[in-house]
């Protein structure tokens, strides 16, 4: 009988009997027989839920374990909120998971669970610290329901306790797994707090309020068992209610089934009076089925389940019992087997995902010392193979030699993490150890720092040599954080500063700056610091002795990968010397430029006065020409007036005629060498415009030819598109005819003459080989084909008075008047020649850019004259001789003269009110009141009068009035003829405004 198969034909001899016999013996007995089948029941079911609830509390210690230990092992912070995320994420019905410390500050959470802030203050907080476990109902986040808060101390790793873990399981989830338990219709299953209020259950709304309306239910202890009660319900119904408690490790919780009793009972006597019908007739047919499939219905159902506990005892969790066909209570109990066992599957799956994830190598032992789980890593690192189920000390037998044998043993023994790092003798590694014990055994996080130490041992041995190197130099080298701090200077340092590394660290290496440079290589710092980027500045320093010495400072930032500075590295480099030799050099450079300033004066002072020898001598020729043609001027003006005197006395008017005739001539020659004189020197006045070098030319094309000669062919070349130029155009027919006459008498046997006009962009390069500032010009260019000249006569071809003619057939101005007159106009003359092949004259004008303006000439009525009856003159001449001459010109050409000696005379007439017509005034007059002073007042006062200026030479006295353009000037001699008729127009011009 002692089989399980005689014990239940026992139970179901003794179940049949006993109701038999109590219905023959006592109906009285049937209520009270019934009464202990419905506790029976409710006992059993009681049994049911609270197995299951024991097995989700046993997972959830364990999964507050895992959050322990990632707590312990990973720190605060994102990697381990990272790890509390991923495992929730495998772990159904978990809402939250968190990590406090002792002080009530959260430091790694997925959510936080109860609200955030300190958490000191909460029931599961204090009660999980007092009693080591504690479940507390939490209202939950916004984002998921209600839910029950699972708490346990965790251990850092020197055992000590460093605050609690919690996680919450949705009340949802929770009764959602009330519900799938095996329980009869209408039953209510509950999860009961240690203050007796219901946790969650599933209860219909009818029992929910008669629950209510009893209020908690006193709580049992675990050495009571289960204990039945009873509590009115509404109708006069009554509820049967069984409780269970789950024990010290379940945080004191109850689980609790109730139902109907009334409804139970009338249900067991109508089973009752069928049974007692049924049982005399089939208890022996029931005896020989039990008999005959007790091995069939109950031994093969119930081993199932044990050989299931049996795996799942071994860590195999997927196995399932194998009875989820059929409707029998042993279907159910399978059913919440497989359901547990597939809980604890997932929660078993979750973690190993975790282990799996870290980057640690990881391995459980259990209380025997064998492997019960390896994450890949470990096993990988531990040599590969099988190593589950295994002994670590017979796998790895040399260990037991080192210290990590005492840090197991000790963790294990005392309850509390221990660390060790060793050269692992088997494996020949070096391993870092971190051990944590735990209910299952011991859990142990491990790395392989091997390479880590050698590179650690290379470093330094790098830093050693580094600093061996540093101390060797005999330079001042120092480190500093990234806020300028000293962290380290070398001994030359502390040398040269007789100052220990306490005083040359942080910030005081300040005070050794010179106070001059303080606030200046503080500003430098600053901006360097600001930018990130290198520095240098020179620098004193205040040595051992006191004495101030010159250093060049550099210093330049390390960058971490993320762009921070890591620290700066500067070095100081003495340079007093330098600074003495650079200002002994600067001393020596001064003594060498005042040396320079005087050589250079001196020099000036020589220049200048060669510069004026050199004048003297041209002055001197210049006078000697001017000399010599001015003689023979005068000579043929006395001669011809002497002989025109001698033939009035003989009534020869003819040959007076021809004499007088002669002395005009000379005059008009004195004129003509007087205005080359001016060319020459660059002092006539001209009046510059736009001309077109091409109309110009064709204008006096006849000219030319008559100048050339017969025997000379000219030919003329236009480039198209020629462009406009500014110059004086009646000094620029000049001086194409002096080239014209020269180049013909350089051909006596006639030749070609070619005069080309062409556009010339001048660059740099050019415009300085001409001396003329870069930009566009015009080439006006006559070439013959004549004698041309040798080397030493080009070299003087501009030279006043200079020529290679015969006696009076040249004045040697001519190519200077031409060299004058360009460069006045802002031009430049070039001259190439090769004697026996010809001679080309090239002259550059500068471009007119301005637009043509077409000039309309005023129409002036044309006005008599009559003597006694004429225009009214104010003529102003210092020289009495041509004032006279003047006076009686005008007198004979019907004009009333009004004569002033100077300015200051001509301005009393212009000021008294005197009526003029016109103003003839010389420009250069005595007594501090020029022409041109005279013209303006007259202005001034008359605005409508015309003004009139002769000059033999204006130049200066119009250039320092800046009256060049102002007034219209008559140059003197000036034939009689010509100033009568500009004094005429102008007279006509005032008559008309007048008559207007």
């Keep these: 009988m002692n089989s399980l198969v005689g014990r239940l034909l026992l139970l179901v001899t003794i179940a049949v009997l006993p109701a038999l016999a109590g219905e023959i013996w006592s109906a009285l007995q049937a209520r009270e027989t019934r009464a202990h089948a419905i506790e029976d029941d409710a006992r059993r079911l009681v049994q049911l839920v609270a197995t299951d609830q024991a097995q989700m509390m046993a997972a959830t210690r364990q999964a507050l374990t895992v959050l322990g230990i990632i707590r312990s092992a990973q720190g605060a912070g994102d990697r381990c909120n990272t790890f509390y995320a991923d495992l929730l994420f495998t772990m159904p019905g978990y809402q939250t998971a968190q990590a406090a410390r002792l002080d009530g500050r959260i430091d790694c959470t997925h959510a936080p669970v109860g609200g955030e802030g300190d958490v000191t203050t909460t029931d599961w907080f204090q009660q999980a610290l007092a009693r080591g476990f504690a479940v507390s109902r939490s209202p939950g986040a916004a984002e998921a329901g209600e839910g029950l808060i699972f708490a346990a101390p965790w251990r850092d790793q020197t055992g000590r306790v460093g605050g609690v873990v919690a996680a919450s399981i949705g009340l949802d989830w929770l009764k959602a797994r009330l519900e799938s338990l095996p329980l009869p219709p209408g039953a209510a299953a509950v999860l009961i707090g240690s203050d007796g209020s219901i946790l969650v259950g599933r209860l219909d709304p009818a029992m929910r309020r008669a629950w209510q309306a009893h209020g908690p239910i006193r709580p049992v202890s675990q050495a009571e068992g289960i204990s039945l009660r009873t509590f009115d319900g509404p109708r006069g119904s009554t509820y049967l209610v069984g409780i269970s408690a789950l024990g010290r490790q379940s945080g004191d919780l109850q689980v609790a089934i109730a139902f109907d009793r009334d409804r139970a009972f009338a249900a067991a006597a109508r089973a009752g009076q069928r049974d007692v019908t049924l049982l005399i007739l089939g208890l022996g047919l029931a005896l020989a089925v039990a008999a005959s499939g007790t091995l069939h219905l109950v031994r093969r159902p119930v081993g199932r389940l044990l050989d299931a506990a049996a795996a799942w005892r071994s860590g195999a969790l997927s196995t399932r019992t194998g009875l989820a066909a059929g409707a029998s209570e042993f279907r159910r109990l399978a059913i919440a087997f497989d359901d547990m066992a597939a809980a604890l599957e997932g929660r078993e799956r979750a ?20 492997f019960s789980f390896l994450n890949a890593r470990a096993a990988e690192q531990l040599g590969g193979g099988d190593l589950l189920g295994r002994n670590l000390w017979e796998i790895f037998p040399k260990a037991a030699e080192t210290p990590l044998w005492s840090t197991f043993h000790d963790a294990v023994a005392h309850r509390r993490p221990g660390h060790v790092e ?15 014990p735990s209910a299952e055994g011991l859990t142990v996080f491990f790395r392989d720092v091997t390479e880590q130490r050698r590179i650690e041992a290379l470093a330094a041995e790098h830093d050693s040599r580094l600093r061996a190197i540093a101390e060797a130099i005999p330079s001042l080298l120092f ?11 070398n001994r030359r340092f502390q040398e040269f500063t007789g100052l220990p590394p306490s005083r040359l660290l942080g910030d005081a290496w300040a005070d050794l700056l010179h106070p001059a440079e303080a606030a200046r290589v503080e500003a430098v710092w600053r901006e360097s610091m600001a930018a990130g980027r290198p520095y240098e500045m020179e620098i004193r320093i205040r040595a051992a002795d006191g004495s101030w010495r010159w250093f060049l400072l550099r210093g330049a930032p390390l960058h971490l990968p993320d762009g921070r500075i890591e620290n700066w590295y500067g070095v100081c480099t003495e340079i007093d010397e330098l600074i003495a030799a650079r200002e002994a050099m600067a001393r020596q450079g001064e003594m060498l430029e005042r040396l320079v300033a005087e050589r250079t004066a001196e020099l000036r002072t020589r220049e200048a006065q060669l510069a004026q020898a050199q004048k003297m001598e041209a002055v001197g020729q210049l006078t000697g020409g001017v000399a010599h043609d001015f003689n023979n001027l005068l000579q043929a003006v ?17 040959r007076v005629r021809r004499l007088l005739g002669n002395a005009a001539r000379a005059i008009g020659r004195g004129a003509r060498l007087t205005s080359q004189l001016l060319a020459f020197s660059r002092r006539q006045v001209l009046r510059s415009e736009r001309v077109e070098p091409r109309r110009l030319l064709a204008d006096m094309a006849d000219l030319v030819r008559r100048a050339a000669g017969e025997t000379v062919v000219v030919r003329t070349e236009v480039e198209p598109g020629l462009w406009c130029c500014r110059a004086d155009p009646a000094q620029l027919e000049a001086a194409v005819l002096n080239l014209v006459i020269n180049a013909r008498d350089a051909m006596p046997d006639g030749g070609e003459l070619v005069i080309a006009l062409a556009n010339a962009p001048l660059d740099a390069e050019a415009a300085g080989g001409l001396d003329v500032v870069p930009g566009d010009y015009v080439r006006v260019e006559v070439a013959d084909n004549g004698m041309g000249m040798p080397a030493e006569v080009l070299q003087r071809a501009c030279e006043p008075f200079f020529t290679t003619k015969e006696v009076g057939r040249g004045s040697g101005l001519g190519l200077a008047q031409v060299h004058g007159f360009l460069r006045q106009s802002g031009g430049a003359l070039r001259i190439t020649s090769v004697a026996g092949t010809g001679t080309t004259v090239s002259m550059f004008f500068p471009r007119d850019t301005a637009m043509a303006e077409v000039a309309v000439a005023p129409r002036v009525a044309s006005v008599a004259v009559r003597p006694g009856r004429g225009a009214q003159v104010l003529l102003v001449e210092d020289d009495q001789e041509v004032l006279d001459a003047l006076q009686f010109a005008l007198i004979d050409a019907g004009f009333q003269v009004v004569p002033a000696r100077d300015g200051a005379d001509a301005l009393s007439v212009l000021q008294s009110g005197r009526h003029l017509d016109v103003v003839l005034s010389d420009v250069v007059l005595p007594g501090g009141v020029s022409g041109v002073d005279v013209a303006r007042e007259a202005r001034r006062l008359q605005p409508e009068l015309p003004v009139l200026l002769t000059s033999g030479h204006a130049g200066d006295v119009l250039a320092r009035c800046g009256a060049e353009l102002e007034f219209e000037v008559i140059p003197k001699p000036c034939p009689q003829a010509e100033l009568l008729s500009r004094v005429a127009t102008a007279a006509a011009t005032r008559l008309q405004a007048a008559v207007g």
């Design 638 to 654: 006395s001669g011809n007036l002497e002989l025109a005197l001698s033939a009035l006395t003989r009534d020869e008017v003819g």
């Design 479 to 489: 480190v500093s954080d990234p806020d300028g701090r000293n962290v380290f200077v």
């Design 351 to 370: 973690l190993r995902i975790a282990l799996e994830s870290t980057t640690d190598s990881v391995f459980v032992l259990d209380h025997d010392w064998h």
């Design 422 to 436: 060793l050269l692992e003798p088997t494996l020949q590694r070096r391993l870092d150890l971190y051990a944590y």
